[in-house]
């Protein structure tokens, strides 16, 4: 059983930053890679970031390649995104989960297992 927490979302203006964390309990957390996934009202959920279980390799969706950084810190057990000159269209749930598999980083939905309840961003413009 794993659980995770985000938290760190709110409403901001659009040209702002705005960093989301999510911590992990339950799992060994340094053998599973963790991935950010969004979904805006209306909208099905998508791929944002992956970040490898040792942090040495991460995976952007075109979206938000320049303007988001996925890191973790496995001491804390905690992975985060951090989002700069967020847009109106960057609106929506944001998600971490973690895959089915250790030591694999996916980017399918469907690889993942466990998922956090969300926290909302609202990019105001």
């Known amino acids: 059983q794993v659980q995770l927490v985000e938290s760190g979302g709110g409403l901001v203006q659009a040209g702002v930053s705005l960093r989301l964390s999510c911590t992990a309990s339950?799992?060994?957390?340094?053998?599973?890679?963790v991935g950010w996934f969004r979904q805006a009202p209306g909208k099905e959920r998508e791929f944002v970031a992956v970040?490898?279980?040792?942090?040495?390799?991460?995976s952007y969706a075109d979206s938000v390649k320049g303007r988001f950084t996925i890191s973790r810190d496995n001491a804390k057990n905690t992975v985060y995104l951090e989002m700069n000159s967020l847009k109106p269209e960057d609106t929506a749930v944001y998600y971490c989960?973690?895959?089915?598999?250790?030591?694999?980083?996916?980017?399918?939905?469907?690889?993942?297992?466990?998922w956090g309840q969300g926290t909302q961003v609202t990019v105001s413009s």
């Open positions: 989960a973690t895959p089915k598999r250790s030591y694999y980083y996916p980017r399918a939905l469907y690889e993942y297992d466990y």
């Open positions: 339950g799992r060994t957390f340094s053998t599973y890679a």
């Open positions: 970040i490898s279980s040792t942090g040495g390799r991460t």
